[in-house]
């Protein structure tokens, strides 16, 4: 399994694509063990031999030390094609030409060649191995397009079915052949889809982690006691969502739960469900047949051991106006599976409808304590000046993004002392180190929430924003609708907020704002007439 750091970028053609390995095994195995069932009866004997042959390139293509990657990927293509023209020939009359016979004979000896290959690659010394890699690489290769042409023999001289039977072949079993002809053609073109690699190259564990090992604890033990899991890690911008899924991803306990079988997908980069399907097909190594994403994967995804499943900021395509209805009907699905534990991390309080999520469920995450603020900023940037760190770091509540960007800022060589001067100067502007990612700037991670799509078609959610960030301390829910009586639909507004993450209800039950949230508001927003006259109305009556 991969665990690069999130910042490293790493090359698809390395070893550490070891899941995609071992899920092309599995499929192989999964492969050879329906063949086993209908070669028996077949009339072509190089075919009843062949899953003897396949078990020993899969086996062998699971204990090479170099290529393991592309042995893997080998192994399936064999069996798959292997698989499609057993398929294709069952209950058929064959009639053996001789033609026929030196293809099926040539495609013995491939599958010869590739056994012998393997063995070779796994007898040799540590030494000889480095020196032939390259080599390995390049006979891989050949294989494949042996493979690949296979396909196109059995394919153009009459389709097989000709060939083989008598009767028709359903256009079904030729789309297989079809569909496996192309997939080992893009591969053998050594097209694979790097860009699409890193969403769901998982991040390694947070070097830099304080103040959540009882969240992480609570979330192991719910995973380990209920199978299959799900569960929802909630809260604002920034507050640390996706390193916590990250430390629960790589816990020692749940490595040995689940082994290889992780997987964790960014659903930042994605804008429709098709490319989240297409990215889990990707991540799980599922090879798709007739363009059937959704059907190939869950077929996939049912005959696997148990196994997990990170979506990470899933909010981007749950609050997107197109594309919630899709996905909401994949969450359902993927949760319907026996093997699948789920972790979603997404901004808001409230986790997505339609999936019956873990009990008790998670708290929503909140920011850390003082003291996890100060060990952060320790630790990026090394301070005496404790008194100072620790009003500078309540003046963002915690929020680890924020800490985060500041303690970059005091590695610029600023001081506790010298930002929190500039802090009052410049309040949320400060947080910015000049990059237009969310990761680079409290303005742009906030931004995010306020451009939502949710909040958009929401003004009286956006007025009820403004007026919580002008109100120092909240409003108490009790005097809601009181206080912001222009605003029709009070509760919706106050859900739109729960669901972005804008707001958060206190202890003492008050609808308030985090500092960061509430400075971007105030000075990049006016509060409204209609809004002062309200809060003016309810204070006076108070009075
Ligand atoms: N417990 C923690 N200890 C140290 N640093 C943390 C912690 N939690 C978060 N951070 C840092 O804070 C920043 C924001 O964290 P993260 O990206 O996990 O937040 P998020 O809630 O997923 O944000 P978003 O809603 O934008 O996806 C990152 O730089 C991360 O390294
Ligand atoms: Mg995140």
Redesign the pocket.
Known sequence: MSTATSNTIASPSTEETGMKRQYALQAARLTLTAMANITDGLQIPFLKAAPQTLNQIITLADSVKTNKDACGQLAKQATDLIQAIAQASVGKTVQMDERLQDDVEDLRKTLESIREYMSKMTSRKTWKRVLASSEDTAAIAEFRNKLAHAVVVFQIKDQISARISQHAVTQDILQKVTNIHDHLTTSAAGNPPYQSEFLFTPPAY?E?????DEFVATAVDLILTHSPAKLAIL?P???????VAAAIFNNSSIEDKFGEHRAFVSCEPLSTTESLLETLCKAFDVSVQNGKLHTALMSFLKLLPDTLLVLD?LETLWDSDDESDNVQTLLRNLSSLAVLTIII?M?GILPPKGVLWTQPALSVLPV?SVD?AKS?YQAISPTDDDMVLETLLCNVDCL??AV?LLANLGQCGLSPKELQDRWEKEQSKLINLGGKK??ESLDV?ISLSINSPLLKHNEDAFSLLRMISFLPAGIPVLYLSEIASHIESITEAQIVLFRTGLAYLTASKRLTVLSPIKLYITSNYEITANEIIDIQKFYFDLA
């Open positions: 947070p830099c982690f304080y103040g959540r809260g911008g920034g507050v640390g969502k996706t390193t900021n991390t901004r850390v996890a952060i680890p993004l985060t969310k990761s991670s």
